[in-house]
């Protein structure tokens, strides 16, 4: 199974909720621990909660045009075909963009002359490794400056395959965008959560509906329940959005995840609540 934790904001508790997940289904089962993925690969800190030793290593990379103007012609047809407009051609003379490319190769299958080759262009980092509770982890880490975390997220779910009956946990970006879209691709359940603010709700609203457009199974969990009004907890009603955990405005919470403390360590009731939610999502899952 693929659960993939979002969040239509930043701050929600996504990465803390995705982390206590999976030390306690590891608690549950050493046998076979899940495989954690950070897709969160602009800002990645998931392991400041797993602790993993990370052992190897993969560059990112895209393949790009590479002009050999011996032999173009300044045409023009590889910055027609271009969806993204990343060759232009000014005065027969051909210019690449490479934060624009996606790598399609249209342009290197259009080129008449065959004036176009591919090189990669490295775009950041995969890393996996063993955290003390034998989950598997790996997490991207994106350059610095780099437009385009999709193509670093595909790589990533490639390169970390599951082992057979092995659990998948999915930590997505915040946000609704295309990242979080390929981070839920693929999900077998999306957990999405939110806290009881205006900005909580109006995100839970954008990401429900992303949701919804990807035809998978969604849960919420209410973080730093207290806080707000039951604005949240209506438009769940209302939508049909089963609440499958509520997390309290809590001090001790505060203060150890950001010391680096999954729920479990803080308090730790919450493996069994935890694991209690797992059996509840693989309820909904099979029930679908």
């Known amino acids: 199974m693929r659960i993939t934790v979002a969040s239509g904001k930043g701050g929600t508790g996504k990465t803390t909720v995705a982390t206590s997940l999976a030390i306690s289904l590891a608690l549950n089962n050493p046998a076979l621990p899940p495989l954690f993925l950070d897709c969160d690969v602009e800002a990645p800190n ?119 009956g092995q659990v998948v946990i999915v930590d997505a970006p915040p946000g609704t965008s295309c990242p979080v879209v390929e981070s839920a691709r693929g999900a077998d359940f999306l957990l999405l959560v939110t806290e009881p603010t205006p900005f909580g709700l109006h995100d839970l609203k954008l990401a429900a509906q992303v949701a919804k457009e990807l035809g998978i199974p969604v849960g919420v969990i209410i973080n730093r329940e207290g806080i707000g009004n039951a604005s949240v907890e209506n438009f769940c009603e209302t939508q049909g959005l089963p609440i499958l955990m509520r997390i309290p405005y809590d001090l001790a919470i505060a203060k150890g995840t950001a010391q680096g403390q999954a729920l479990p360590e803080i308090y730790p009731k919450y493996t069994l609540l935890f694991q209690q939610l797992f059996a509840e999502i693989s309820r909904m899952v099979v029930h679908q």
């Not at 990112?60 to 103007?69: A, G, M, N, R």
């Not at 075909?81 to 790598?103: D, S």
């Open 46 to 164: 998931a392991h400041l909660f797993l602790k993993p030793a990370f052992k190897d290593k993969k560059d990112v990379s895209i393949l790009i045009p590479s002009i050999d103007e011996s032999k173009c012609t300044g045409c023009g047809r590889c910055a027609d075909v271009c969806e993204y407009h990343a060759i232009a051609v000014l005065n027969n003379k051909v210019l690449v963009f490479p934060q624009l490319c996606h790598g399609c190769g249209s342009c290197t299958l259009i080129c008449p002359t065959k004036a176009i080759r591919e090189v990669p262009n490295v775009m950041g980092v995969l890393e996996s490794g063993i955290t003390p509770l034998d989950i598997n982890f790996a997490h991207g880490i994106m350059n610095i400056g780099e437009p385009m975390a999709v193509p670093v997220i595909q790589q990533l779910k490639k390169w970390a395959a599951p082992q057979p």
